[in-house]
């Protein structure tokens, strides 16, 4: 069965760190994209990055490149997601993702199979 856990999440302060962490387990994802994406109540699922597990190529949505980093420890089978400078807007349930690896629509949603069951993450002003 596979199963990706997150955890890391938790109340943080405007302009404070936090890294996530998606736990993986019951399959190789050899060949797969692994994402980390967000959700507000009442709002899409938004892409926010992903990394290849072979080879470790990373995609970032525009509103986090440069604040967000993804990566991941092939053994650990653990994905991380190190977000800096966190703002109230980034306040959202975090997700993480995976699916085997095509070079299209990594940014959709609805085209990922696995999906954790999210962590909460506050942002205080």
């Known amino acids: 069965q596979v199963q990706l856990v997150e955890s890391g999440g938790g109340l943080v302060q405007a302009g404070g760190s936090l890294r996530l962490s998606c736990a993986t387990s019951g399959r190789s994802f050899s060949g797969y994209i692994m994402a980390w994406f967000r959700q507000a109540p009442g709002k899409e699922r938004e892409f926010l990055a992903g990394?290849?597990?072979?080879?470790?190529?990373?995609y970032y949505a525009d509103s986090v490149k440069g604040r967000f980093t993804i990566s991941r420890d092939k053994a650990k089978n653990t994905v991380f997601l190190q977000m800096n400078s966190l703002e109230p807007e980034d306040t959202d349930v975090y997700y993480c993702?995976?699916?085997?690896?095509?070079?299209?629509?990594?940014?959709?949603?609805?085209?990922?199979?696995?999906w954790g069951q999210g962590t909460q993450v506050p942002v205080s002003s």
């Open positions: 990394i290849t597990w072979n080879f470790g190529r990373t």
């Open positions: 993702a995976a699916d085997p690896y095509r070079d299209y629509d990594v940014r959709s949603p609805s085209l990922y199979n696995y």
